[in-house]
């Protein structure tokens, strides 16, 4: 069945950057994207962005932009988001999930458990 | 891009059918037919539950139903049970490749 997990929760200094990763398994992981959504605590969902597993390409909500780096290692079906400037309002549950339809796909069929990061000084 | 508009609660007795709105605009909800909807329960991630406005992914009970009229889609759960008792979150396609949620609505079966 269709997995994908995530790494573990991470603590950071406001200005640092952090890098979640997502290792998908059950599927032909080039032939999806990998979308980046992430949940505040007590808040709604907010999409970050994208990755199209199969030729890298990306796109990234305007409230992002120039802040976060998607990138894939197909050799590991491995999904990565480096979000940096951090400040505290980007503590928050990020998850990654895998689009259900053909890339960019606009629904999400699988889920991460998700990663706990924390901004604080 | 503006977080589509939803109830922030709605509430509704066992065996009840409640309904929970979606309201975006002409650029995201109402010009494509790609809405989805996901129940997610506290601590948990979300869940896929309606796809493509009204299409339903196999699991997902037929109580649950999509729709869209204008700008604003809607889920309705029919015969309510405890275990739909969750946070309720639409997404809609906004152009341009990006997507764009609801500010989800908590439900509540009384």
């Known amino acids: 069945q269709v997995q994908l997990v995530q790494s573990g929760a991470e603590v950071k200094k406001p200005g640092a950057s952090v890098k979640v990763s997502c290792k998908a398994s059950?599927?032909?992981?080039?032939?999806?994207?990998i979308h980046w959504v992430r949940q505040a605590p007590g808040q709604s969902l907010e999409w970050m962005g994208w990755?199209?597993?199969?030729?890298?390409?990306?796109r990234f909500s305007q409230n992002f932009q120039g802040r976060v780096t998607l990138i894939r290692d197909t050799s590991a079906s491995t999904a990565y988001m480096e979000l940096s400037s951090l400040r505290s309002e980007d503590t928050a549950v990020y998850y990654c999930?895998?689009?259900?339809?053909?890339?960019?796909?606009?629904?999400?069929?699988?889920w991460g458990q998700g990663t706990l990061v924390t901004v604080s000084s | 891009q503006s977080a589509l508009t939803q109830p922030r609660s709605v509430s509704g007795s066992p065996g009840q059918s409640v309904t929970i709105s979606c309201t975006g605009t002409s650029s995201d909800v109402g010009g494509y037919n790609y809405v989805s909807w996901y129940q997610q329960h506290p601590g948990k991630a979300p869940k896929l539950m309606i796809f493509d406005v009204s299409r339903r992914p196999s699991g997902v009970p037929d109580r649950f139903s999509g729709s869209k009229s204008g700008n604003t889609a809607s889920l309705t759960i029919s015969g309510l049970q405890a275990e739909d008792e969750a946070d309720y979150h639409c997404c809609s396609y906004a152009g341009s490749y990006t997507v764009v949620f609801g500010g989800g609505t908590k439900l509540t079966v009384l």
């Open positions: 990755i199209n597993a199969g030729n890298g390409d990306t």
């Open positions: 999930t895998k689009a259900g339809a053909a890339p960019p796909g606009n629904w999400f069929d699988s």
């Open positions: 059950g599927y032909t992981f080039t032939r999806h994207a």
